[in-house]
């Protein structure tokens, strides 16, 4: 595993060391690594909508419903 030597603002430091302390995480490493797996898990999410925006743009109209579209896109997040 890779090291770095990265530096917090006092806030963020602060932060960090309360949730070590509250047993949500062992470590700021664990906590720094979780944060940064959620963001890139947003990160894909928020490519595929914007693949989906492009691809609807360019295809035109479509048939299905609200319901039939909410559910499409919440089966595509949790893949």
Known sequence: MARQ???FTQP????????VESKEYSSKSELVNDLIRQARKQEKQIDWIALKL???????FTTD???QILAESKQALNE
């Open 12 to 19: 963020n430091d602060e932060w960090l060391k309360a949730q």
């Open 54 to 60: 492009e691809n609807a743009e360019k295809s035109g």
């Open 5 to 7: 030597s990265i530096s």
């Open 65 to 67: 419903n609200k319901s």
